[in-house]
Nanobody, 124 residues
Framework: QVQLVESGGGLVQAGGSLRVSCAAS????????MGWFRQAPGKERDFVAG????????RYVDSVEGRFTISRDNAKNTVYLQMNRLEPEDTAIYYC?????????????????WGLGTQVTVSS
């Protein structure tokens, strides 16, 4: 079992930056990959970025490539999502998720563990 807790969300003006964090606890010694998803009101939950815990390999959705950076701190069992040049379309609840394999899946159903999310709002 893996428990995930997101933090760091908030209100940011367009063009600004924000970093959200995901602290993992429980069965964190096994190899797995982690991802960030986001869901806006009335829309489906979409993949944003992923990282393989052991190798550090990353993957991004095209709309955030070059603006967002996913990283992890092995000692703290924490994954981060640095968001720069934020746009109103980035407004959503951001969820942290973990899979049991190293592959960077982009489908929500392939992630077994989820946090409760943190709200990110970008004003225009």
């Amino acid at each position: 079992q893996v428990q995930l807790v997101e933090s760091g969300g908030g209100l940011v003006q367009a063009g600004g930056s924000l970093r959200v964090s995901c602290a993992a606890s429980g069965d964190t010694f096994s190899r797995y990959s982690m991802g960030w998803f986001r869901q806006a009101p009335g829309k489906e939950r979409d993949f944003v970025a992923g990282i393989a815990w052991t190798s550090g390999r990353t993957r991004y959705v095209d709309s955030v490539e070059g603006r967002f950076t996913i990283s992890r701190d092995n000692a703290k069992n924490t994954v981060y999502l640095q968001m720069n040049r934020l746009e109103p379309e980035d407004t959503a609840i951001y969820y942290c998720a973990a899979s049991t394999g190293a592959a960077l899946f982009d489908a929500p159903n392939l992630y077994a563990y989820w946090g409760l999310g943190t709200q990110v709002t970008v004003s225009s």
